[in-house]
């Protein structure tokens, strides 16, 4: 079968089964060409509460699928590449967070959304790259925990001024390990180019940046900007999608290292056979897991 094929039978068996297909952005192109929604994780999250379809599928990271889940519990969710976890969220656990508490009692717990359904059941709200800082300005509380990604922290500390913000020393590796030299060499060669970056880059990588965002911020803004060419400080598939949707402006990556294997881990033929029944895993969760990490879902969504 060849790509198109292929895309055909998914779209058939996607009907056939009463699946709604949710890909993040960081996703293949031929993947977003087959799913219902894409978008950032606050996009699909707010998506998939809202799906009428008995079964969603995603094609994204371990935690989007259990947010899913969270949100749609009646619904049967299926994670397309079972493999594809987020090194982010796996660096800190409910035990340690527990005792991290114990330390900062009177903190409210700030959770970004790359984290697992276990440990949202300590936290009180729940964050996304594009809505933190709104959200974190629209809570009463003052003192904050902000967990996992120390940079995407920094970001909202600095942005909300009025805040006493501690953070841990967590963060996405992918982001991370991009530096101003990097930044350097890239605005060296694209002397024209507006840098656009993702608050999971370290703050002196921020600091050079003519525009912070969530993956869809950085979409949208490169999409309605007047100029012509821009570097793209986040993982590299954004860059590619951009260039699809603009082809009249040019388009660089800031770095080779902003590759994230785990985004880029689910095929095409991952989801053909997580829809034909031989792949993919359904998530599946304990009714107290649902309901306590809900609650800092639902928090996200009404200060958002
Ligand atoms: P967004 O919130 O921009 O979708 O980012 C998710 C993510 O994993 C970025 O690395
Ligand atoms: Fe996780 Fe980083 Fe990959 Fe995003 S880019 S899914 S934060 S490892």
Redesign the pocket.
């Given at each position: 079968m060849n790509i198109a094929q292929l895309q055909q039978k998914i779209t058939e068996l996607k009907k056939e089964n009463d699946v709604c297909i949710l890909a993040?952005?960081?996703q293949a192109h031929e993947i977003l060409e087959i799913a219902d929604f894409t978008?950032?994780?606050?996009?699909?999250s707010v998506d998939a509460s809202k799906v009428k379809n008995k079964n969603i599928l995603m094609c994204g990271?371990r935690f989007m699928a259990e947010t899913c889940k969270i949100l749609s519990p009646d619904k049967r969710v299926y994670l397309a590449q079972p493999t594809a976890g987020?090194s982010?969220a796996d660096q800190m656990n409910k035990q340690l967070i527990s005792q991290v508490k114990t330390m900062y009692p009177d903190y409210a717990v700030v959770a970004y959304?790359?984290t697992t359904a276990e440990l949202k059941t300590i936290c009180d709200v729940c964050v996304?790259?594009?809505s933190a800082v709104k959200i974190v300005n629209n809570m009463e509380q003052k003192d904050i925990l902000f967990i996992p990604d120390c940079n995407l922290g920094a970001f909202v500390a600095q942005q909300c001024p009025d805040k006493n913000i501690k953070l841990l020393n967590g963060g996405?590796p992918?982001?991370a390990c991009v530096n101003t030299d990097d930044v350097k060499k890239a605005k060296a060669m694209h002397p024209n180019a507006e840098l656009l970056v993702?608050p999971?880059c370290t703050p002196d990588v921020v600091a050079m940046a003519d525009y912070t965002?969530?993956?869809?911020?950085?979409m949208d803004y490169a999409v309605k900007s007047d100029k012509k060419e821009f570097i793209i400080g986040?993982?590299i598939s954004i860059a590619e999608h951009l260039q699809y949707m603009c082809p009249d402006k040019d388009f660089y990556i800031l770095s080779q290292k902003l590759i994230?294997p785990n985004?880029k881990a689910t095929t095409l033929p991952d989801v053909y056979n997580c829809l034909s029944g031989r792949g993919g895993e359904e998530i599946l969760l304990d009714e107290q897991t649902i309901t306590d990490a809900k609650k800092c879902i639902d928090e996200m969504i009404r200060l958002g």
């Open positions: 993040h952005s960081y978008g950032d994780s606050y996009k699909l990271v987020c982010m959304v790359n996304t790259s594009s996405c992918i982001h993702h999971e965002g969530s993956t869809s911020g950085i986040t993982e994230c985004m």
